[in-house]
């Protein structure tokens, strides 16, 4: 298997695991602008997670190569909207963790590379950057790239991992309903949360 194993932990270190096969090309590494993101962060106060113009460093891959080797119970998830991406966290200490999407058919999970050990070889350099119309005083050379790689990433890991019967998804049950319920953020939460 290609890559490499990383630590990964919330801020109390109460729940660990490791992300297997971390590699510039078993995944892809992309930085988020948008407001959303920042505001999941904020809403958390884990504003550390973002750099200085709000943008989240991003790991995707598939759930097969996450395992959780303490506080699993931890595990908690949120979204901004009754529809928006699934944002899991720890609750221990409120450490942004995992996005995933709504469908455990589908072989996505975004990591936060804040939470996981160091290791910029790793991870390569960043294939996207997507949102910059998000990005708080963002300097002049920060532009959109990547995208297209980004979802065509995305494409052939959930393929790939069909292929390779490689589908379990730990954030959901059986029935294929999310192993926790999501809090859904009030409009009156999101708004004091979201930047500008
Ligand atoms: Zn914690
Ligand atoms: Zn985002």
Redesign the pocket.
């Given at each position: 298997m290609a890559g490499v194993d990383l630590a990964f932990s919330c801020r109390c270190g109460t729940l660990k695991g490791v992300l297997h096969s971390v590699s510039p090309t078993t995944g892809s590494h992309v930085k988020?602008?948008?407001c959303?993101?920042q505001a999941a962060a904020h809403h958390l106060g884990a504003a550390e997670v973002l750099d200085e113009h709000g943008g989240?460093e991003i790991y995707q891959t598939i759930p097969a190569e996450i395992e959780l080797t303490e506080g699993a119970e931890k595990l908690a998830c949120m979204r901004l909207s009754p529809k928006g991406l699934m944002r899991w966290y720890a609750s221990c200490c409120n450490s942004p963790l995992f996005n995933t999407l709504a469908s455990a058919k589908l072989a996505f999970v975004g990591v936060h590379v804040r939470a996981c050990e160091k290791n910029a070889e790793a991870f390569g350099p960043l294939v996207a950057v997507v949102?910059t119309g998000g990005a708080i005083d963002p300097p002049e050379n920060l532009k959109d790239f990547g995208m297209r790689r980004a979802i065509w990433g995305f494409v052939r890991r959930n393929l790939g991992a069909k292929l390779r019967g490689r589908t379990e998804n730990f954030f959901f049950d059986a029935n294929r309903n999310p192993i926790v319920t999501p809090y859904v953020l009030t409009l009156e939460e999101r708004r004091a949360a979201t930047p500008k």
């Open positions: 988020c602008y948008c959303d993101c989240t949102n």
